[in-house]
């Protein structure tokens, strides 16, 4: 016996957004017909009798839209139908008289966070477990503080030099590393109580535990607390969100000597006059250059190149541009062996002797499972310790799931809070996936690195042929304005059909113009469409429509602002 359910969906906006929900729905199990309408914003289903509108709610809720059940079905309201008539986002209870849902959360960062606070929306109670300070990474000792102090050493730069010093001439400042530190400090400090500490302590259907956690079995955890005593907590639900620590490479004598992580940089209180940094990708370059411009000498030793996994071109524009600024780049050279002699670092490499006053090592980081007892919950790990998880997030063990660095998905914070949520809701009946076929991303150097969906190589290794295309920013007005003409903008298009699949940005400000390249991809937006659309005067996001333009026309012969 079928029945026949009309929901209201409000915050679409195009004929895709009801195609995604029209599909999402189609999904939720019991569901044998789906059909959405964007005028109408009304969902019309046909479900097997009996099925809970929880679910069907939770998908359209999942994509970003709210859905309700129409006014027009004159069903009683009663029970979960009575949650269901009001947004989603009131309690989703287990059932009558029966107690709430119960999820365990270890980790307290942006994917716990995320999850926990879903769960409780949809009528969970929650146990939150963190053994070490609220907020994890990010807030604390990663995406905050770094991007502070890579703010004040731009701005550092900018008053020792700028294309504009004829008319404004520079003035070396002097930095005051302890005080850019406090305020530093002071944002972190302010930032983790208003949206860490001060969120759970309002919100009494989460439960905090300090203490370290670890797997008894498939249904219990053994929480270590910081007196020294022990606790069990049982749940129905659980979330591993443990996050990830830096990834120490086994150079000889490395161990031996009291070399900085990431956390021991950004928390010092000088700067040294001379830095050397292992490592090529993000933590390492980002870090590189703030030293560099607060008045460091800085030396990078890549083992191959920067960001060898990126298009080669990204590496190039970021070398040339670090080798201008003095930051000597030392390709395709490793340590093979460190010592700390008289208060410096000897690094022997094949170039010979490197020696520093102190040591950064940012060679990734590596995800914190290993004190979890995973075994006894089943729960399987790859052969770097991450937690290997589904599109749902769940891991082998089906009722545990887990979330961010600690997992094989990309190790980027709005990765983490976007697989928390979803976990949460799949977590408590509702079927949801999280899809990164365009998850942007972006390195904070000076240019910036922005990057979303296929390389050109990427897409050949998927067997899809290519047209591409690159813009140097001599063809872009705002840069023309700047005086700063560094990098490029490259669009990796479908060969035939003309569909934008890749960016890969290395401007000033990249950041802020990526976004809209990754909205192109996910509504798939042949690269002519992109170029008939309407983009601002002066802005370095013009630069989009003027590399699309470059598959048809010779921007060059343009006017300033043709359309």
């Known amino acids: 016996m079928a029945e026949a359910i009309t929901l209201h969906i409000e915050g679409m906006t195009c004929t895709s957004c009801a195609e995604h929900v029209q599909q999402s729905l189609k999904n939720v199990p019991g569901v044998r017909a789906a059909s959405v309408s964007y005028p109408r914003k009304r969902a019309e289903i046909e479900a097997d009798a009996g099925v809970s509108l929880h679910p069907l709610v939770s998908a359209v809720a999942a994509l970003g839209y709210r859905a309700r059940v129409a006014d027009s079905q004159g069903l009683p309201a009663t029970g979960l139908l009575d949650k269901a008539l009001g947004w989603l986002g009131s309690e989703a209870k287990r059932g009558s008289g029966e107690p709430a849902l119960h999820v365990a959360v270890i980790g307290s960062g942006g994917a716990a966070m995320a999850a926990a606070l879903k769960a409780v929306e949809l009528g969970a109670h929650v146990t939150l477990i963190e053994r070490g300070t609220l907020g994890g990474t990010c807030v604390n000792v990663g995406c905050v503080p770094s991007k502070i102090m890579i703010r004040a050493a731009h701005i550092a730069h900018l008053r020792r030099e700028s294309p504009f010093d004829d008319g404004l001439p520079a003035v070396a400042p002097a930095v005051l590393r302890d005080r850019l530190l406090a305020q530093q400090q002071g944002r972190v400090d302010e930032l983790r109580h208003a949206k860490y500490e001060g969120i759970l302590a309002s919100t009494p259907a989460i439960t905090v535990l300090r203490g370290e956690a670890r797997f008894k079995d498939a249904r219990t955890l053994t929480v270590t607390t910081a007196d020294g005593g022990t606790r069990e907590v049982r749940f129905d639900r659980c979330l591993i969100a443990t996050g990830a620590s830096p990834a120490i490479p086994p150079i000889p004598g490395l161990a031996d000597t009291l070399y900085w992580t990431s956390t021991e940089a950004l928390a010092s209180d000088t700067i040294p006059e001379r830095l050397a940094v292992i490592g090529s990708s993000v933590v390492a370059v980002e870090l590189a250059q703030a030293f560099a411009r607060l008045g460091g000498q800085v030396t990078i030793l890549a083992r191959s190149t920067l960001f060898f996994r990126e ?24 340590a093979s062996q460190v010592t700390h002699v008289d208060r410096e670092f000897v690094l022997t490499t094949g170039r010979g002797e490197l020696r520093a006053d102190r040591l950064l090592v940012a060679t990734g980081r590596a995800p914190n499972t ?15 310790g991450a937690i290997v998880i589904d599109r749902a997030m769940r891991t082998s063990a089906p009722h545990i799931f887990a979330a961010g660095d600690c997992t094989d998905q990309p ?7 976007a697989a928390g949520t979803r976990a949460a809701i799949n977590m408590t009946g509702g079927i949801t996936e999280l899809d990164l076929t365009a998850m942007p991303a972006v390195v904070f150097t000076d240019p910036q690195v922005a990057t979303v969906g296929y390389s050109e190589a990427e897409a050949h290794h998927d067997g899809i042929e290519t047209d591409s295309r690159t813009l140097t920013l001599d063809n ?7 005086f700063d003409t560094r990098g490029f903008i490259k669009l990796v298009a479908e060969a035939g059909t003309g569909r934008l ?8 400000e990249a950041g802020e113009l990526i976004q809209t390249a990754a909205l192109a ?24 429509k003027l590399a699309a333009q470059t598959f048809s026309k010779d921007v060059k012969q343009l006017s300033c602002c043709a359309g």
Do not use: C, K, W
């Open 370 to 384: 290993r004190s979890l007892n995973l075994e006894a919950a089943g729960v399987e790990v790859n052969a770097q």
């Open 521 to 544: 991809i996910r509504h798939r937006m042949t690269v002519q469409e992109l170029a008939d659309q309407l983009f601002p005067y002066l802005t370095m996001v013009e630069g989009l």
């Open 476 to 482: 872009v007005p705002r840069a023309l304005a700047n």
């Open 411 to 417: 190790q980027f914070v709005y990765v983490a809070a």
């Open 501 to 508: 699949i890749g960016v890969q940005v290395v401007t000033p």
């Open 311 to 334: 298009d080669p071109a990204i590496g190039e524009a970021v070398t040339a541009a670090f080798r201008a600024e003095g930051i000597e780049v030392l390709d395709h050279t490793q």
